[in-house]
């Protein structure tokens, strides 16, 4: 069973970094996407940046595109997603879900992912 613990987060000012990291301990290969997805107050969730896992291609928001990075990594039936962010803007403050899901398009799709994180908290003050 897929099972996605979020790690990281937090407050920082403009400008600053914070790395977002996503664990899916129950990896059985019936994903091909994980990625990172926010939802600020009163919005859409949107997609962030996503991997395909095994073939490695990225796919990232326009707004994030230059600033964040998305890395896959982990062992053994467990597969890793971290989220590098950079130069980071009062913008991006939102909840931030990693996410897990088999897809064939629109990776960058929330409604196409049905494993879910819990969320954790980004804040960005100017």
């Known amino acids: 069973q897929v099972r996605l613990v979020e790690s990281g987060g937090g407050s920082v000012q403009a400008g600053g970094s914070l790395r977002l990291s996503c664990a899916d301990s129950?990896?059985?290969?019936?994903?091909?996407?994980m990625g990172w997805f926010r939802q600020a107050p009163g919005k859409e969730r949107e997609g962030v940046a996503v991997?395909?896992?095994?073939?490695?291609?990225?796919?990232?928001a326009d707004s994030v595109k230059g600033r964040f990075t998305i890395s896959q990594g982990g062992a053994k039936n467990t597969v890793t997603v971290d989220l590098q962010m950079n130069s980071l803007k009062s913008e991006d403050t939102a909840m931030y879900y990693c996410?897990?899901?088999?897809?064939?398009?629109?990776?960058?799709?929330?409604?196409?992912?049905?494993?879910w994180g819990q969320g954790t908290q980004v804040t960005v003050s100017s």
């Open positions: 129950g990896y059985t290969y019936g994903t091909n996407y």
């Open positions: 996410a897990a899901g088999w897809l064939l398009t629109g990776p960058l799709d929330h409604h196409k992912y049905n494993y």
């Open positions: 991997v395909n896992i095994g073939g490695g291609s990225t796919y990232y």
